[in-house]
Nanobody, 122 residues
Framework: QVQLVESGGGSVQAGGSLRLSCAASGFTTGRNCMGWFRQAPGKEREGVATISSDGSLNYAESVKGRFTISKDNAKNSMYLQMNSLKPEDTATYYC????????????????WGKGILVTISS
């Protein structure tokens, strides 16, 4: 059974940093596309960053230079280092996995975590 469990969310002030983690079980992160997506209240879920099985990276324009996606295949885990956080980064962040990446397309992701809340205050 595939499970994705996010951790590391919380509340910080603008300009601060957070590191999200995603622990995966039931499949191998090294052989799949992994990604972070977010959904703010009243908005559609959007792609933040993805990392493919060969290590190729994709970032949303709004987070380039501030967020870094990475994974540790030995730990079957994925991370999102978020720096210089802005109030507009406030959202529920989801870990997702799929057989392949298609940019930041969420529809190719087969598995999803339950999400974790990130709140940035101004």
């Amino acid at each position: 059974q595939v499970q994705l469990v996010e951790s590391g969310g919380g509340s910080v002030q603008a300009g601060g940093s957070l590191r999200l983690s995603c622990a995966a079980s039931g499949f191998t992160t090294g052989r799949n596309c992994m990604g972070w997506f977010r959904q703010a209240p009243g908005k559609e879920r959007e792609g933040v960053a993805t990392i493919s099985s060969d290590g190729s990276l994709n970032y949303a324009e709004s987070v380039k230079g501030r967020f870094t996606i990475s994974k540790d295949n030995a730990k079957n885990s994925m991370y999102l280092q978020m720096n210089s956080l802005k109030p507009e980064d406030t959202a529920t962040y989801y870990c997702a996995a799929g057989r392949y990446c298609l940019g930041l397309n969420r529809y190719v992701m087969n598995y999803w975590g339950k999400g974790i809340l990130v709140t940035i205050s101004s």
